[in-house]
């Protein structure tokens, strides 16, 4: 019999705002994976679920993959990266969805193409042509919304917009882009959370956390302070990572 897939409904809100979308997992004794920026690779993230997975196979107690976020743009297959992470998962394994910019830019084009163009410019057009948009019919279009509306599954837009922007098991705190230096947990800002860049060394206020993120590329996963960069330009070197972090073992795996 297979491993049990972890019950979700453990996961506390660190704050009674709904919208705030903090979540934290305490005294959590299993495994977790963090897997960095996908960006469209499905290839690489099939390959990486499967060394997982494999990986996995020996682990006591739950398993939990955290996506960091970046699942769309620049890679070829974004639509199918959405796609794949929507079905069910391998058999032990419990995903949890971060959000990144890049779902966010996305979500922003799709509700006003208009006043979305920047977002082509950073993948969005490699996005688009991954549903089988033809991009200059769309601007020629006088109703691209229609057009949007038809080839972007509603599936596929409500998986970008539910992403949590951030996870803290134990204490580890998985974040897309990072937090920012000298401002404690509670008080850090969202628009830093999915876009900054952090600083070569952290002094972060709250020193009792390992901060784990993506969104900057890294040549090699690193740690730096008390946070641990894993984004290895998925999209650029064919090379997708994950970290794992058990109570025996922190390492880092890659396709």
């Given at each position: 019999?297979?491993?049990?897939?972890?019950?979700?409904?453990?996961?506390?809100?660190?704050?009674?705002?709904?919208?705030?979308?903090?979540?934290?997992?305490?005294?959590?004794?299993?495994?977790?994976?963090?897997?960095?920026?996908?960006?469209?690779?499905?290839?690489?993230?099939?390959?990486?679920?499967?060394?997982?997975?494999?990986?996995?196979?020996?682990?006591?107690?739950?398993?939990?993959?955290?996506?960091?976020?970046?699942?769309?743009?620049?890679?070829?297959?974004?639509?199918?990266?959405?796609?794949?992470?929507?079905?069910?998962?391998?058999?032990?394994?419990?995903?949890?969805?971060?959000?990144?910019?890049?779902?966010?830019?996305?979500?922003?084009?799709?509700?006003?193409?208009?006043?979305?163009?920047?977002?082509?410019?950073?993948?969005?057009?490699?996005?688009?042509?991954?549903?089988?948009?033809?991009?200059?019919?769309?601007?020629?279009?006088?109703?691209?919304?229609?057009?949007?509306?038809?080839?972007?599954?509603?599936?596929?837009?409500?998986?970008?917009?539910?992403?949590?922007?951030?996870?803290?098991?134990?204490?580890?705190?998985?974040?897309?882009?990072?937090l920012r230096p000298g401002v404690p947990l509670a008080?850090?800002?969202?628009?830093?959370?999915?876009?900054?860049?952090?600083?070569?060394?952290?002094?972060?206020?709250?020193?009792s956390h390992v901060v784990i993120h993506g969104h900057?590329?890294?040549?090699?996963?690193?740690?730096?302070?008390?946070?641990?960069?894993?984004?290895?330009?998925?999209?650029?070197?064919?090379?997708?990572?994950?970290?794992?972090?058990?109570?025996?073992?922190?390492?880092?795996?890659?396709?």
């Open positions: 019999m297979g491993r049990k897939l972890f019950d979700f409904s453990n996961l506390l809100p660190r704050s009674n705002d709904a919208a705030v979308r903090h979540y934290q997992l305490t005294d959590f004794r299993g495994t977790v994976y963090a897997v960095g920026d996908i960006h469209g690779c499905l290839g690489e993230l099939k390959a990486l679920e499967e060394i997982i997975a494999a990986d996995a196979a020996a682990s006591v107690g739950p398993v939990i993959v955290v996506y960091l976020g970046d699942y769309v743009d620049r890679g070829p297959d974004s639509a199918g990266v959405i796609e794949y992470l929507l079905s069910p998962p391998r058999e032990g394994l419990s995903r949890f969805f971060l959000q990144g910019n890049h779902e966010v830019m996305m979500l922003n084009y799709l509700s006003d193409p208009a006043s979305g163009q920047g977002w082509l410019n950073s993948g969005g057009a490699d996005t688009l042509l991954s549903y089988d948009i033809d991009l200059e019919e769309l601007e020629a279009s006088n109703r691209p919304q229609r057009i949007l509306n038809k080839m972007v599954p509603e599936s596929h837009r409500q998986f970008i917009s539910a992403g949590a922007l951030t996870l803290q098991v134990n204490r580890c705190f998985f974040v897309h882009a990072g008080e850090q800002e969202e628009a830093d959370m999915l876009w900054m860049r952090p600083p070569d060394v952290d002094e972060l206020t709250d020193r900057t590329i890294v040549p090699e996963p690193v740690l730096i302070g008390n946070r641990i960069a894993i984004d290895t330009g998925a999209y650029k070197t064919g090379r997708l990572t994950a970290l794992k972090l058990s109570l025996k073992e922190v390492r880092f795996l890659s396709t």
